[in-house]
Nanobody, 119 residues
Framework: QVQLVESGGGLVQAGGSLRVSCAAS????????MAWFRQAPGKEREFVAH????????YYADSVKGRFTISRDNAKNTVDLQMNTLKPEDTAVYYC????????????WGQGTQVTVSS
């Protein structure tokens, strides 16, 4: 059974940094795309970044490009999101997600971790 467990959220001042992590278990994620999404209060969930587990290629939403970095550690089975120069509008619940090779939708989701950026 696939499990994605996020950790590392918290409260930070604008301009600060925070790192959230996703521990993945339950299968081999070779070929999978791992992603971070976020959902702010009253807003729809939005894509933040993704990474291909096997080759490490990445893609970012325009709103976070240049500030956030997604990475994975194959040995630890974790996917991290390093967030720098945080803004109040980055405040949201951050979710880790995974989808299999060639699939269009994300099959697996974590429970989320709260990130709050104060102004």
């Amino acid at each position: 059974q696939v499990q994605l467990v996020e950790s590392g959220g918290g409260l930070v001042q604008a301009g600060g940094s925070l790192r959230v992590s996703c521990a993945a278990s339950g299968r081999t994620f070779s070929g999978y795309t791992m992603a971070w999404f976020r959902q702010a209060p009253g807003k729809e969930r939005e894509f933040v970044a993704h990474i291909n587990w096997s080759i490490g290629s990445t893609y970012y939403a325009d709103s976070v490009k240049g500030r956030f970095t997604i990475s994975r550690d194959n040995a630890k089975n974790t996917v991290d999101l390093q967030m720098n120069t945080l803004k109040p509008e980055d405040t949201a619940v951050y979710y880790c997600a995974a989808k299999g090779k060639f699939l269009l939708t994300y099959d697996y989701w974590g429970q989320g971790t709260q990130v709050t950026v104060s102004s």
